[in-house]
């Protein structure tokens, strides 16, 4: 059974950073893409992050030059790190593991960015 569980949120500063872990078990982990995407209250999730089988990475403009997303192949986990937060990245993050014909998410972590 493929679970992923999210963990790292919480109140940061604005200006602040975050980073984000999530623990992938049930699958062989490091043949597959992971993302991360997020969720505003009241609006569509939206994709954030893309870190390939291979390494490479992507990101969204919204995020792009103040993130980083990596994964640890031995430890099955992939991360985002996010700097210069801005109250306008408050929301849930969820990440996601996507196999033929299905896409695994985790219950997602919640990060507020308030002073």
């Known amino acids: 059974q493929v679970q992923l569980v999210e963990s790292g949120g919480g109140l940061v500063q604005p200006g602040g950073s975050v980073r984000l872990s999530c623990a992938v078990s049930?699958?062989?982990?490091?043949?597959?893409?992971m993302d991360w995407y997020r969720q505003i209250p009241g609006k569509e999730r939206e994709w954030v992050a893309t870190?390939?089988?291979?390494?490479?990475?992507n990101s969204a403009d919204s995020v792009k030059g103040r993130s980083t997303i990596s994964r640890d192949n031995a430890k099955t986990a992939v991360y985002l790190q996010i700097n210069s937060l801005k109250p306008e990245d408050t929301a849930v993050y969820y990440c996601?593991?996507?196999?033929?014909?299905?896409?695994?998410w985790g219950k997602g972590t919640l990060v507020t960015v308030s002073a």
């Open positions: 049930g699958t062989i982990f490091r043949i597959y893409n």
């Open positions: 996601q593991l996507s196999v033929p014909g299905r896409a695994y």
């Open positions: 870190v390939n089988a291979d390494g490479s990475t």
